[in-house]
């Protein structure tokens, strides 16, 4: 079965420190890596996709990727209070069609 | 880029009701489309998939159908809906580049 794994949390942090969500995924022959936001009600937003083993920044954002683990995981620096939502990790399954694999995503509360 | 747009975007029907949920997309052709249900606090699940015209591939056995009548449209479809068939419906998108964008949603609420 492939499988991604998320900490459902609620993942709390004070407004301008690091929020750090992570994610480990079963199969070794995922190709593409993706970090997504859901506000409540709304729709998954698409925040950045890796797939080379390392870092990738955005902005506030960086996703790192450590296949050797088979873990993600996606840091906010300067966290924000419009940051509260829940973070979906995805990956790309082996079938092709870009179909994706989610987690059932962290909850990250962001406060005063 | 692609823009994917669904209705309704909230119905409630009751048990044994037909149900129809449909998508297009904007500023892409020939897309991968996708229908994905989102349970109560859980993660999105796939439920069918799609990279033509007439071409439906379905993940997971289940109450529901679906269709790709033309390039840009994708519908949800049951002939009889089910209390377990109740959650968020999202549509989604693939068509160059490495990402999948979502429409709005539908919720569904089956009573």
């Known amino acids: 079965q492939k499988e991604v794994e998320q900490n459902s949390g609620p993942l709390s942090v004070p407004e301008g420190a690091i929020a750090s969500l992570n994610c480990t995924y079963s199969?070794?022959?995922?190709?593409?890596f993706f970090w997504y936001r859901q506000y409540s009600g709304k729709s998954p937003e698409l925040i950045m996709f890796i797939y080379s083993n390392g870092d990738k920044e955005d902005g506030r954002f960086t996703a790192q990727l450590n296949r050797a683990s088979q873990y993600i995981s996606l840091l906010i620096r300067d966290s924000k209070l419009s940051d509260s939502a829940t973070y979906l990790c995805a990956m790309s399954g082996t079938g092709g069609y870009n179909k994706l694999i989610f987690g059932a995503g962290t909850r990250l509360a962001v406060h005063p | 880029s692609q823009t994917i747009h669904q209705w309704p975007a909230t119905l409630v029907q009751p048990v044994g009701s037909p149900l129809s949920l449909e998508c297009t997309v904007e500023?892409?052709?020939?897309?991968?489309l996708y229908w994905y249900r989102q349970a109560a606090g859980r993660g999105l699940q796939l439920l069918f998939y799609?990279?033509?015209?007439?071409?439906i591939s379905s993940e997971v056995p289940q109450n529901l159908s679906a269709s790709r009548p033309q390039d840009r449209q994708f519908i949800l479809s049951s002939k009889k809906l089910l209390l377990s068939d109740s959650g968020f419906y999202l549509c989604?998108?693939?068509?160059?580049?490495?990402?999948?964008?979502f429409g709005e949603g539908s919720w569904l609420t089956v009573v």
């Open positions: 500023g892409t052709s020939n897309p991968n």
């Open positions: 799609s990279v033509g015209i007439g071409q």
């Open positions: 199969d070794r022959g995922s190709q593409s």
């Open positions: 989604a998108g693939w068509a160059s580049g490495n990402t999948i964008y």
